[in-house]
């Protein structure tokens, strides 16, 4: 289903350190899951995809892990930068139009 | 890479009025177009999903003569609020595919209704 919140969960990191974001997404039959960055009043930016068929992908900086079994994302963030302060989203390919479903997102605030 | 070019990026119009929101691909072919809204502190919702030259699906709650929706070529999609009221301030942002594991979204319109 839709995922809708008025509240967005904060992550506080310091600069350097590693961050995790968690989601959880909502149809087993998902077979395409992606990580988006928002910043504010902006589009979505894409930062790293997942194929069902795949429980781990790195890309520069960043780890996505997919375990299927408790339908679960996360994404890692490698010595977090001041600029990688945003809004993350999981987005799953499950709807009925071939469409993405966001997750509630996750609001990452880095300390300098 | 793939852009989606949307415009307008803000727009405020008045109670009653209509607004045009379009949204070009530049370098490919989007067969399909999905219509999100944002409202603040919240995720992207999907309003509607349109195929080059269909009539668009619209999600349930979301009012199809409300909300036009136009995709009458393969690089151009265009959401019309009609009669906007203020609760129908948001962010609304388009998203491309070509149908392959690509979704290309655009900039988002931050739409005032006062």
């Known amino acids: 289903g839709e995922s809708v919140g008025l509240h967005l969960p904060t992550l506080s990191v310091q600069e350097g350190d590693n961050s995790i974001i968690n989601c959880a997404y909502s149809n087993s039959a998902s077979d395409y899951f992606i990580w988006y960055k928002q910043e504010s009043g902006k589009g979505p930016q894409f930062i790293i995809d997942?194929?069902?068929?795949?429980d781990k992908r790195q890309g520069q900086r960043v780890t996505v892990l997919l375990n299927k079994t408790v339908k679960h994302l996360s994404l890692q963030i490698a010595a977090t930068q001041p600029g990688d302060s945003a809004v993350y989203f999981c987005?799953?390919?499950?709807?009925?139009?071939?469409?993405?479903?966001f997750g509630k997102g996750t609001k990452l605030s880095v300390k300098p | 890479g793939a852009v989606v070019s949307q415009h307008p990026s803000r727009v405020i119009c008045k109670s009653g009025t209509s607004v045009k929101i379009e949204c070009r691909s530049l370098d490919f072919q989007a067969t399909t177009m999905f219509w999100y809204r944002q409202f603040p502190k919240q995720s992207l919702m999907l309003m509607a999903t349109s195929n080059e030259g269909s009539k668009a699906t619209y999600e349930q709650g979301v009012e199809k003569d409300k909300f036009l929706i136009n995709h009458a070529s393969l690089t151009l999609s265009t959401l019309t609020v009609t009669s906007a009221h203020p609760e129908d301030s948001s962010f609304y942002i388009c998203?491309?595919?070509?149908?392959?594991?690509?979704?290309?979204f655009g900039s988002g319109t931050r739409l005032t209704v006062v």
């Open positions: 998203s491309g595919s070509r149908g392959d594991d690509g979704y290309t």
């Open positions: 987005a799953e390919r499950g709807g009925s139009q071939g469409n993405l479903i």
């Open positions: 997942i194929r069902s068929n795949m």
